[in-house]
């Protein structure tokens, strides 16, 4: 067995220090937590990418590290199959003592209509408070949470500073270091426009009636377009059927498959190609004569090499990516684009330029001991004080794995949570702000108030007076704010490219920032969620929109919230004077367990080498 375990590391792209020692090691865990070997290695590498580790280089001195992992995986694991105990502590106790009586007059002097009326209230004329804070929802909080106790408040956690533009000066010299219960408001320097993408599905839509003919034409289609794109670019000539045996050089174009269940190796590696080349049939695709590859199912990629036996396609050159130009030409058809208002459209268009403030934040908004939402509104006080132009939110917002949602204890229903507690804050913080802030919900398939299937069409709000400030997008989304594209998607989709992608790195040991191929896999393939078949638990559904899942042009910011620790990197795509960049976000979860997680903050100035980003823990 200990074989296996270094095969099945190496198998990663791995290496091991000391090998004895640390196989041994392995072994041990593998006997004592159950492990396959192969869920040993998959733990070891959400270990080695949360850690960021920079060499693949398994050592003995992360041994202790790694088994902490596993612990705290093994009590996670055993917390979600015991969902129906709870562990009484004091905490109860003075819950129970504090809110026992104001419950039952609550119960006694409210009636049903009162409970649920108003589901959009009317601003009051004193804004609600909880302990001095404005956008709370007007509920008191009678006991310390641990979340109200944390400590080492707002501390950045990562920066990448570049020149910055006389905004990030201005707002620089603007903010100042007031306690949390003190707020100053500071109004943005510049007004901000706003584009939303025209985009499916659309709210109230019909779903679950995905048909087998849905998924090939959506699969079938992603071919054909890589194809085009190839050929168009002159580049490559055009593709022929790799499943007929040639002893010359070919150009094919298919889809990345896996012979059976599991994950990707080298001898389960199919290439199916397009029904117009072959039929759509599938032929065993061998890699080893490449020096680098990173190559997961669904991936669609050029290949050259030759096919002696009819039975093995040898590749000696993998395309992976779509040339620019030729994408160029491919999307040159005018897309839909929402205009909010005829109104809104601002006419000042001399104060429009490619600089924007951000801040982008993904739940769950709130901890996993109480339905407070402190997080969210801790947000909201920092957004007050350094204004961005645009605040991004993106779900979950009523998070379907919060215990007291899986148990079903609460009070109310999940659509008067939602608005009375995430649309009422929101609300009182655009107003507070003025109508020079916008703030953009995207919902999240753990949204328990909203419709679980992917696509996903955007939360149905209309809150009153602010619909051009308050504005929901589709999951995923796209839109434009001062000439800025951003792209969002919230599928965890780096954490499940990186239990499925089989990679080689180069020969010549140079370090490989693994989390940069993952997220380069999504504007290369030019797909929001170019995995397929799906991981567990993702309601694909090819019947809505298709299309919603394409990025037609490479967003200047991409935001792709994560399980995996919080970064900020600079994409670059295509060579030369065709190469793009683009600046990829993790903004880390706002709430992790019972304390503050992270969120992000970035002031765009033209382009992402000029651009400062924060990622500042809450």
């Not at 669904?298 to 993998?318: F, M, R, T």
């Not at 769950?364 to 801790?378: G, I, K, Q, R």
């Given at each position: 067995m200990e074989e296996e375990i270094v095969e099945e590391f190496k198998k990663g792209g791995f290496s091991l220090d000391e090998e004895e020692e640390i196989a041994k090691k392995c072994l041990t865990f593998c006997i004592n937590y159950n492990l396959k070997p192969s869920e040993l290695v998959s733990s070891w590498e959400v270990y080695y990418l949360n850690r960021q580790l920079n060499e693949a280089i398994v050592q003995d001195a992360e041994m202790d590290g790694f088994l902490q992992h596993l612990q705290n995986a093994q009590k996670e694991a055993v917390i979600k199959e015991e969902t129906a105990l709870h562990f009484y502590s004091s905490k109860d106790v003075d819950m129970i003592l504090n809110d026992e009586v104001g419950d039952l007059k609550e119960d006694i002097l409210g009636s049903p209509t009162d409970r649920s009326q108003g589901l959009y209230p009317e601003p009051l004329d004193a804004t609600p408070q909880t302990n001095g804070n404005i956008f709370s929802s007007g509920k008191s909080s009678k006991h310390l949470t641990p979340f109200g106790q944390r400590t080492n408040k707002f501390m950045t956690k990562f920066s990448m500073n570049n020149m910055p533009c006389t905004d990030v000066r201005e707002m620089a010299r603007d903010q100042e270091n007031d306690e949390d219960d003190i707020i100053k408001k500071v109004q943005p320097q510049k007004r901000c426009s706003l584009i939303v993408h025209e985009s499916r599905p659309e709210p109230g839509c019909r779903f679950m009636y995905d048909r087998i003919e849905d998924r090939f034409n959506a699969l079938e289609n992603q071919i054909k377009r890589c194809t085009t794109a190839l050929v168009a670019s002159g580049l490559y000539e055009e593709p022929v059927d790799p499943t007929v045996a040639s002893q010359k050089s070919i150009f094919t174009v298919g889809m990345i498959c896996?012979?059976?269940?599991?994950?990707?190796?080298?001898?389960?590696?199919?290439?199916?190609?397009?029904?117009?080349?072959?039929?759509?049939?599938?032929?065993?695709?061998?890699?080893?004569?490449?020096?680098?590859?990173?190559?997961?199912?669904?991936?669609?990629?050029?290949?050259?090499?030759?096919?002696?036996?009819?039975?093995?396609?040898?590749?000696?050159?993998?395309?992976?990516?779509?040339?620019?130009?030729?994408?160029?030409?491919?999307?040159?058809?005018?897309?839909?684009?929402?205009?909010?208002?005829?109104?809104?459209?601002?006419?000042?268009?001399?104060?429009?330029?490619?600089?924007?403030?951000?801040?982008?934040?993904?739940?769950?908004?709130?901890?996993?001991?109480?339905?407070?939402?402190?997080?969210?509104?801790?947000?909201?006080?920092?957004?007050?004080?350094?204004?961005?132009?645009?605040?991004?939110?993106?779900?979950?917002?009523?998070?379907?794995?919060?215990?007291?949602?899986?148990?079903?204890?609460?009070?109310?229903?999940?659509?008067?949570?939602?608005?009375?507690?995430?649309?009422?804050?929101?609300?009182d913080y655009a107003e507070y702000m003025g109508s020079d802030v916008h703030v953009i919900l995207m919902p999240s398939t753990r949204d328990a108030s909203h419709d679980f299937v992917f696509p996903q069409p955007p939360f149905e709000i209309h809150p009153p007076d602010l619909k051009h400030q308050v504005i929901s997008i589709p999951n995923p989304g796209s839109f434009e704010a001062n000439q800025v594209k951003i792209g969002c998607c919230t599928v965890d989709i780096l954490k499940h490219l990186s239990g499925e992608e089989m990679s080689q790195n180069p020969s010549d040991g140079m370090p490989n920032d693994r989390m940069s191929r993952l997220a380069n896999h999504i504007l290369r393939q030019q797909s929001f969620y170019p995995l397929y078949p799906p991981a567990e638990g993702i309601p694909l559904d090819f019947s809505l929109a298709p299309e919603a899942l394409h990025i037609s042009s490479i967003p200047d910011i991409l935001i792709l919230p994560s399980d995996m620790k919080y970064f900020v990197k600079v994409l670059s795509l295509g060579e030369g004077d065709e190469q793009v960049k683009c600046i990829c976000v993790n903004p880390g979860r706002l709430s992790k367990g019972e304390g503050g997680g992270t969120f992000a903050e970035l002031n765009y100035c033209g382009g992402p080498d000029t651009t400062n980003a924060s990622i500042i823990g809450i």
């Open positions: 896996c012979d059976g269940e599991g994950h990707l190796n080298e001898k389960s590696t199919l290439l199916q190609s397009s029904v117009e080349h072959s039929g759509g049939q599938r032929v065993r695709l061998e890699l080893q004569k490449l020096s680098q590859f990173s190559v997961f199912p669904g991936q669609v990629v050029g290949i050259e090499g030759h096919n002696p036996s009819g039975h093995c396609l040898i590749a000696s050159k993998l395309v992976d990516s779509i040339p620019l130009s030729a994408t160029a030409d491919v999307n040159s058809r005018p897309t839909k684009k929402q205009a909010l208002d005829q109104e809104f459209q601002f006419t000042d268009l001399s104060c429009i330029q490619a600089e924007l403030s951000v801040i982008i934040a993904s739940g769950p908004f709130t901890t996993t001991d109480n339905l407070l939402f402190e997080p969210l509104t801790e947000l909201l006080t920092y957004a007050t004080r350094k204004p961005p132009q645009v605040l991004i939110l993106l779900g979950p917002f009523l998070d379907s794995e919060h215990i007291e949602i899986k148990k079903g204890t609460t009070d109310r229903s999940f659509d008067e949570i939602f608005h009375l507690e995430i649309l009422r804050r929101l609300q």
